[in-house]
Every structure is written in C-alpha cells, then in structure tokens.
C-alpha cells in the first residue's frame, strides 16, 4: 500500500521558518517526481512547487525564493523548508507523488498527474 506522509507542520508567528517533511512507502520512488501543493482555508488546493526524479525543481511563481524543495531518494523523503512566512500561508499542506512522470516541466503544476497523496499537514502562520 502507497502512503505518503507528512509531518513538521504546526503554529509559528510570522517572519518564521518551517521545515516540512514527506516519507513515502509502499512504492518505489526513485523513479518519481514528487510535489508539494497547499489548501488555504476557502480557497483551491494550489502547487506549492515540485521536484523531478533527476532533481531539479520548480515553484510557484509566488513562493519563488521564500520557499525550497530538497530531497532525499535513498530514504523516499522529500522536504519543504518555508523561510518568513506569512499569515497567507496558513494551510494544509499536502505531498504528492507522480509515479510515471512524463513531460514534467510541463505537467508538475497539474494536480491530476499525481498518483498518490499524503494527508496533509496543517500550518498555521500567526501575524
């Protein structure tokens, strides 16, 4: 069985970092390209940014030098460290991972290509 999971999230005041983490298992993920997104209270689940299996990495144009994807294939582990962050970026955040990644320069904003989610984990950013 396929599970992603998250942890590292919690309540921090604005201006502080977070580190979030994401453990995969049950599937082989070296071959994977994994993603970050998030869901903001009322609004859409939106990318957060992404990194494919060769290592090179993506971001949403609003989160472009404040947040940083890094990961880990020996232990299927990817992290989302989050740098003076706001109270806009209260959400639940969610790891996913496509397991066929094709095009991805292309795809990694889309949330239909991936395979397999996490349950999220709340941050909460107070002012």
């Known amino acids: 069985q396929v599970q992603l999971v998250e942890s590292g999230g919690g309540l921090v005041q604005a201006g502080d970092s977070l580190r979030l983490s994401c453990v995969g298992s049950g599937h082989s993920f070296s071959g994977s390209a994994m993603a970050w997104f998030r869901q903001a209270p009322g609004k859409q689940r939106e990318i957060v940014g992404a990194v494919s299996w060769g290592g090179g990495t993506y971001y949403a144009d609003s989160m472009r030098g404040r947040f940083t994807i890094s990961r880990d294939k020996t232990i299927n582990k990817v992290d989302l460290e989050m740098y003076n962050l706001d109270v806009d970026d209260t959400a639940v955040y969610y790891c996913?991972?496509?397991?066929?990644?094709?095009?991805?320069?292309?795809?990694?904003?889309?949330?239909?290509?991936?395979?397999?989610w996490g349950q999220g984990t709340q941050v909460t950013v107070s002012s």
């Open positions: 996913a991972a496509d397991f066929v990644p094709q095009q991805f320069h292309h795809t990694w904003r889309n949330q239909d290509e991936y395979d397999s």
